[in-house]
């Protein structure tokens, strides 16, 4: 079955480092993938996004690299900001309707 | 430019009750999808509609749980006879054009069963 998972549960960086979020998953069918960001008592907000088709995509302070070899995805935060603290979730999808969600990354932003 | 939009945020309901979820999604947006979630957990698909069908309702349980998107008006996810596991994070999202485009989602209904 569809399996998403997060290398570590949590990560603690200082302000203005980078992080970076690692996520596995396991159906080599997968050709879209999503990465959110959850603040406690919201709604996942979305981030950026990548298709198979695709090993790396950048968005403003983001980068997402798919590597499908491995079946591993990774979100990539430049010059981390407090405001950066949130649970990040990836989602996968294959050529059914639904995405499957990790358990989820908390980071936290040391000042 | 409203987002996706639930209420209510925060529903309190007794075992046995009955439980309504609405979502209205993006302006433009026909594609809706709810999504269940537990403390320090992942989201669990569980419905996706577009406007008067069902889509795809594979992740939701067969028993107590309904979901609708009609012609006019936001989606509802109903729950009859709630039950104390139910309690949890409910989430809506909407997508402008299916399961191959990115989903927004709203703020969640969280419910809790007593």
């Known amino acids: 079955g569809e399996s998403v998972g997060l290398h570590l549960p949590t990560l603690s960086v200082q302000e203005g480092d980078n992080s970076i979020i690692n996520c596995a998953y396991s159906n080599s069918a997968s050709d879209y993938f999503i990465w959110y960001k959850q603040e406690s008592g919201k709604g996942p907000q979305f981030i950026i996004d990548?298709?198979?088709?695709?090993d790396k995509r950048q968005g403003q302070r983001v980068t997402v690299l798919l590597n499908k070899t491995v079946k591993h995805l990774s979100l990539q935060i430049a010059a981390t900001q407090p405001g950066d603290s949130a649970v990040y979730f990836c989602a996968d999808k294959n050529t059914g309707n639904q995405f499957y969600f990790g358990t989820g990354t908390s980071l936290t932003v040391i000042p | 430019n409203a987002g996706v939009m639930q209420n209510p945020r925060h529903l309190v309901r007794r075992r046995g009750q009955e439980a309504r979820l609405r979502c209205s999604p993006m302006k433009g947006h026909s594609h809706v999808y709810w999504y269940r979630q537990l403390p320090e957990e992942g989201l669990k698909f569980m419905v996706y509609l577009q406007k008067e069908n069902i889509i795809d309702e594979s992740g939701m349980p067969k028993e107590r749980f309904s979901a609708e998107f009609p012609k006019e008006g936001p989606s509802i996810l109903r729950i009859q006879q709630v039950v104390r596991g139910d309690s949890a994070a409910y989430f809506c999202a909407s997508s402008l054009s299916g399961a191959n485009y990115e989903q927004y989602f709203g703020p969640g209904t969280r419910l809790t069963v007593t």
């Open positions: 990548i298709r198979s088709n695709m």
